[in-house]
């Protein structure tokens, strides 16, 4: 189980980019898949995520309405929609799988330190957005 993220950069404030992440090793056919963010000194702090089973979907109150979570099942790709970006989305973001799609969104309103990612199926090594003038 492995997953791949791509689409970070340096993004002025206002602006918009599109994160994807690719799902390799098992099918996404009932599973969480979503995306954590970490700011430099922080915890992961949940931002989205996707129920495959149903496309049900998660959002931080701070990003609802900003950012969007989409998928490809053709692909097995995630793909994080992030538009009016503000300098305090500033992070790596990291894209993670579960099987338990109850338990990620759990995890995603509580909170994961850096310690407690084994946790989940499958993280990935991440991607960084920076939003700067």
């Known amino acids: 189980v492995q997953v791949v993220e791509s689409g970070g950069g340096l993004v002025q404030p206002g602006g918009s980019v599109t994160l994807s992440c690719k799902a390799s090793g098992f099918g996404l056919e009932n599973y969480g898949i979503g995306w954590f963010r970490q700011a430099p000194g922080k915890d992961n702090k949940g931002v989205s995520c996707i129920n495959t089973s149903d496309d049900s979907t998660y959002y931080a109150d701070s990003v609802k309405g900003r950012f969007f979570i989409s998928r490809d099942k053709a692909t097995n790709t995630v793909y994080l929609q992030m538009n009016d970006l503000k300098p305090e989305d500033t992070a790596i973001y990291y894209c993670?799988?579960?099987?338990?799609?109850?338990?990620?969104?759990?995890?995603?309103?509580?909170?994961?330190?850096?310690?407690?990612?084994?946790?989940?199926?499958?993280w990935g090594q991440g991607t960084l957005v920076t939003v700067s003038s």
């Open positions: 993670a799988v579960d099987e338990r799609p109850s338990f990620l969104v759990a995890t995603m309103k509580a909170g994961l330190a850096p310690s407690q990612v084994r946790a989940l199926d499958a």
